[in-house]
């Protein structure tokens, strides 16, 4: 199956200043995504920026991360004075050098309470599946039994995400619309993208979304997907109202990746006890085979891991038999580019273990509440949120959890 990510660029600073040295910067978004590109302009509440390959973006700067916005400072001239940075009313300070988190950060920001405005799509003829919060909206597709999927996954969710159940007795709907031709998706593509005011947002949906075959937009609540052949429908679904729950329980689109990735194969998981949405072609490892060996198993092959018809449980059980095979900091800094088969995996269970208890999902509240606000977390800050001392301590709780394999 093709890949289903949907890597948005999202990018934060503020203050007018132009750069003076050409130097491409290595930078990473508030979802911990990195890009190399070096700064045209700073204006207002905007970064224009040129990529490699001489492409510009005009983009929001509310969501650079803290270490980028002072080294794309450091690069305009050292003019970070001319730019004082408005700390929230309680300071949450997290990433930088020397910083340390001074407050609850789940008092900061709350979730959403008022229900999303929903988006149209006119001129469609759609065979329209309702459940009690979930529709399905099909060209071409039969979506019969989808709703009721989504529904189930809403209800794992809500014990997990504070905003979700005051959404819910207000009457939230999350959409999915699934098109089985490339030209109906295109349609659809368009409509959304001449709704949106930011020309760079235009563009770059337009040279992103045809390729991915999915675009989504927490702020109305939907999601849009390309249905191919072979496709597991159920799954799916399943995947895109898990991570789209997260999501705008965050207010970001762009979650970091190993969230979007757990959240929605854990709701694969619980639906139908396999995962069947690759984020990556993972046929490219030599003869599809891990390239370490797991102790006293041989080579894990690709099978091990992910296999589309059986529980990833079992396999996530053998892969860390012998301690993690992947730990805390590459879980955070996730790359679609050079993901493998193991994290793929470990998101999962990192996910699980996160919202595994009371205790843990007021830590996951207190991330979500910094992913919010566009902080970023080290793997010691990230332990600290969830009651652990630091990453080591998170690891090993996380391992034993891992090895019961009751997720």
């Not at 191919?228 to 159920?234: A, C, G, I, N, P």
Request: hydrophobic share 40%; proline share 5%.
């Amino acid at each position: 199956m093709p890949a289903r990510f949907y890597p948005f660029l999202f990018l934060i600073f503020s203050s007018f200043l132009m750069l003076r040295a050409n130097d491409f910067l290595q930078l990473h978004s508030t979802d911990g995504r990195k890009l190399e590109a070096r700064l045209i302009l700073l204006q207002d509440e905007e970064v224009e920026i040129e990529l490699r390959d001489g492409r510009r973006f005009t983009l929001p700067l509310e969501r650079f991360s803290l270490s980028s916005r002072k080294a794309l400072m450091e690069s305009a001239g050292g003019a970070a004075e001319a730019a004082p940075q408005t700390p929230p009313a309680n300071p949450v300070s997290v990433g930088m050098p020397g910083q340390e988190l001074e407050e609850d950060p789940a008092a900061v920001a709350k979730p959403r309470t008022e229900l999303p405005t929903p988006f149209v799509f006119e001129g469609f003829r759609f065979r329209e599946r309702k459940g009690q919060s979930v529709d399905i909206y099909g060209l071409g597709v039969n979506s019969g039994g989808l709703e009721k999927v989504g529904d189930q996954v809403v209800a794992l969710m809500k014990p997990r995400l504070a905003g979700l159940p005051g959404l819910l007795d207000k009457g939230y709907r999350f959409q999915i619309y699934l098109a089985d031709e490339h030209p109906d998706y295109m349609q659809l593509l368009k409509i959304y993208v001449s709704s949106l005011e930011d020309r760079s947002a235009q563009e770059f949906l337009l040279g992103t979304a045809p390729q991915l075959g999915q675009f989504t937009d927490f702020e109305h609540r939907f999601a849009v997907s390309r249905v191919e052949e072979s496709v597991d429908l159920k799954g799916l679904s399943a995947h895109q109202v898990g991570f789209s729950l997260v999501a705008l329980e965050a207010e970001v689109e762009a979650l970091p990746l190993w969230l979007r990735m757990g959240s929605g194969y854990w709701a694969e998981e619980k639906i139908q006890k396999r995962c069947t949405v690759f984020y990556a072609n993972f046929e490219a490892y030599e003869e599809n085979r891990y390239s370490e060996e797991a102790t006293g198993e041989g080579i894990l092959t690709l099978k091990d891991i992910l296999d589309s018809k059986k529980s990833w449980v079992p396999a996530i059980q053998r892969m860390n038999k012998s301690g993690l095979k992947v730990g805390l900091a590459r879980m955070l800094e996730l790359d679609v580019a050079s993901l493998t088969p193991q994290e793929s995996a470990q998101t999962m269970g990192l996910f699980a273990f996160c919202t595994s208890s009371p205790e843990h999902i007021a830590g996951f509240q207190k991330l979500l509440s910094l992913i919010r606000q566009g902080f970023g977390t080290r793997p010691d800050e990230f332990a600290a949120l969830f009651g652990y001392a630091d990453a080591a301590a998170f690891e090993a709780e996380w391992l034993r959890y891992l090895k019961a394999g009751k997720f």
